[in-house]
């Protein structure tokens, strides 16, 4: 018996490219991130209504109880950092990676005692975020480390929208989001 192989189609080119997309696949899989789609991975744009909860500003420490969190066991306090505030919600994030929603009620200022050197870091990123406006020039890390000049177009809960010199826009993550030096055109 002949072995017979099977059949496979395999696209000549990018989907990218010529406007061509290989049968069974799916357009959006292939196209550019869209501002909404950015905007939402940033949080959503702080809107007028957006009015920080007193006491508690981007870069504040606080703490919280955890007690519905097996990991930190019965009556455990949190410490995290404000990254976004509102009246209704502060949005404190843990570490690097991990946010947490709590009400306003449910913080407290932390007074004290050592922090992660992580969470001092994240603290200071986020106080130099919170005084950024939206039409200022800013610096910010790309992926290969460079620092790239633009302009924030919009302001979100984790970052902004920023307009590059070359006309694009681009999500960038408070972490890696700077005021632009003095003199410094964007």
Not at 44 to 59: C, L, M, N, S
Not at 78 to 90: D, H, L, R
Request: hydrophobic share 40%; net charge negative.
């Amino acid at each position: 018996m002949k072995d017979v192989g099977k059949k496979l189609n395999l696209p000549l080119f990018e989907p990218s490219q010529h406007g061509v997309v290989p049968e069974g696949a799916a357009n959006d899989e292939h196209k550019k991130p869209s501002i909404d789609t950015a905007r939402a991975r940033l949080g959503g744009r702080i809107g007028e209504t957006d009015v920080p909860a007193i006491g508690f500003a981007p870069g504040v420490l606080v703490t919280f109880a955890a007690d519905d969190w097996s990991e930190f066991g019965e009556d455990a306090q949190k410490v995290g950092v404000v990254v976004f505030t509102s009246t209704t919600e502060v949005h404190v994030l843990l570490d690097a990676v991990r946010l947490r929603r709590v009400a306003p009620s449910d913080l407290r200022v932390y007074e004290g005692g050592e922090v992660v050197p992580e969470l001092e870091k994240i603290a200071g990123d986020a106080r130099l975020f919170g005084l950024l406006v939206e039409g200022q020039p800013v610096r910010y890390a790309d992926d290969a480390g460079s620092l790239v000049d633009g302009k924030v177009v919009e302001k979100c809960r984790w970052g902004a929208l920023v307009l590059r010199t070359d006309g694009a826009v681009v999500a960038v993550g408070f972490r890696k989001l700077w005021p632009s030096p003095a003199g410094a055109s964007a």
